[in-house]
């Protein structure tokens, strides 16, 4: 069965470093997201991006974000100068098609950041 | 702004019994969809069921099943004769249609953590 995958599974940081999570999306899928999930508490909505441009971002996707498809397979998230607060699971999920029958997002196994 | 309450935020029971995982949700859109995803220890997220807002029928799938009031702005998830392997943290979470104010992307609600003891 397609599934999303995500690397690293666990990134360290250094406060102010940058750095790029990987994902790969499910072939036929079209939607791409991440959210992130601080230890403890709920899934929450980062970005949403869709023909190679941002259709949605939350509060949280400041500056400091930024997302990409470098080629036909893989989705990024950059974050170019870590935080301490940064330090969160971050998933990635991809759908075919927002707003129809083929619109359930299915999830990546998730990179644990941790910035210290 | 859509919002999606679990009001319990823990719950524990004794294998083989019932249990009843509780959502309530706001959105000003008509058209919204409903989820519910388990997250295991292991961390990841697992879609276990959609529902459409303009499909009220409940819906069964083995030990699981789903109740949707649209009345009450409530989509309960039951598991009938728990496992230990149902011990998971539980989201509930909502996505409005084309044309919502929030299109395509999922609010979650705070998550139940479920503990089932053997």
């Known amino acids: 069965e397609p599934e999303v995958t995500q690397t690293p599974s666990h990134q360290v940081t250094q406060m102010g470093q940058e750095v790029i999570l990987r994902c790969v999306p499910i072939s036929n899928h079209l939607y791409f997201y991440w959210y992130r999930q601080i230890l403890g508490q709920k899934v929450e909505f980062l970005v949403s991006f869709y023909n190679n441009e941002i259709s949605e971002k939350s509060e949280i996707f400041d500056d400091q974000f930024s997302v990409e498809r470098p080629d036909g397979s893989n989705f990024t998230l950059k974050i170019r100068s870590t935080k301490l607060e940064d330090s969160a699971m971050y998933f990635c999920a991809s759908s075919e098609l927002p707003g129809t029958l083929l619109d359930t997002q299915y999830f990546g196994p998730g990179t644990r950041l941790t910035v210290l | 702004a859509q919002k999606v309450t679990q009001a319990q935020t823990e719950i524990s029971v004794v294998e083989k019994e019932d249990v009843t995982l509780d959502c309530v949700y706001e959105t000003r859109d008509t058209t919204y969809y409903l989820f519910w995803y388990k997250q295991p220890p292991s961390g990841e997220l697992v879609f276990l069921i959609r529902r459409n807002s303009f499909d009220e029928q409940n819906e069964i799938s083995g030990r699981y099943s789903w109740n949707f009031q649209k009345s009450t702005s409530s989509f309960n998830f039951t598991i009938t004769a728990s496992q230990v392997v149902d011990s998971a943290v539980y989201f509930c979470?909502?996505?409005?249609?084309?044309?919502?104010?929030?299109?395509?992307?999922?609010?979650f609600g705070q998550g139940t953590i479920l503990t089932v003891h053997p």
């Open positions: 979470a909502l996505s409005e249609a084309p044309g919502g104010t929030s299109y395509g992307k999922l609010t």
